[in-house]
């Protein structure tokens, strides 16, 4: 049972431009919701997270826009680089007893020069 | 560098041999991950600990795998009689829990990229 869908599973985006990222979410309890990026060959590393009571949060370059009724949330990255090409996984985590995060599939981001 | 290190980073072995990786947190990282991620998928929770204590296990983690934090620092984990389908990248990560039921945010290592033959 997937708890956290995530999509597109792969995207290409032209330099400068937005790139966006759903995940949808089935786990009421969960309450944090944290964006990782990750390279080839390395860990995934924390972008930006944000909780069920903020519709939005922006960090620089990305903004996590939170629908908590919908169970959705979405990752934009503006501006997108060619340096942001990565693979990005939407996580979710409940603090009520399993401090286990649920990762989504993952997506892959090409930015073309 | 003050992240989380494991290591190996790379580890090939052939099918039925012991393995056992280490993880170092971050210092003073109260809490331990170990998580599996196989190609094109998301990381899979397998064990987490406070300090010491191993508090949960996932369904993943079969009688050939055992995690250890002896001493609530670093951890090992151990896979008994690899099979193929071991095959993977294991990452560790560490969190600072400042309360019980305290959200934190979790700090992945490069991991360790398991073959096995």
Redesign the interface.
């Known amino acids: 049972q997937q708890q956290v869908k ?1 999509s597109p599973q792969s995207l290409i985006v032209q330099k400068g431009g937005i790139s966006i990222i759903n995940c949808a979410y089935e786990n009421t309890a969960f ?2 919701f ?1 964006w ?1 990026q990750q390279f080839p ?6 972008l930006i ?1 944000i ?1 069920p009571d903020v519709s939005e949060k922006k960090e620089g370059r990305f903004t996590i826009s939170f629908n908590k009724s919908a169970k959705q949330f979405s990752l934009h990255i503006m501006d997108s680089q060619p340096g942001d090409s990565a693979t990005y ?1 939407c ?1 979710a ?1 409940s ?2 007893g ?9 997506t892959k981001l090409s930015v073309i020069p | 560098d003050t992240g989380v290190s494991q290591d190996p980073r790379h580890k090939i072995t052939k099918r039925g041999q012991n393995v056992t990786f280490r993880c170092d947190p971050i210092s003073e990282h109260n809490r331990l991950y170990w998580y599996r991620q196989t190609l094109g998928q998301g990381p899979e929770f397998l064990t987490y600990f406070q300090n010491e204590a191993q508090l949960e296990k996932s369904r993943l983690l079969s009688d050939r795998f055992s995690a250890e934090r002896p001493k609530g620092s670093f951890s090992t984990l151990e896979i008994q009689r690899t099979e193929q389908g071991d095959s993977a990248m294991y990452l560790c990560a560490s969190s600072l829990a400042l309360a019980e039921g305290s959200t934190d945010t979790q700090y992945f290592g490069p991991g360790t990229r398991l073959t096995v033959l």
């Open positions: 995530q309450d944090y944290p990782y060959g390395k860990g995934p590393a924390l997270a909780r996984f996580a985590y603090g009520a399993s401090y286990q995060l649920t990762f989504g599939k993952g």
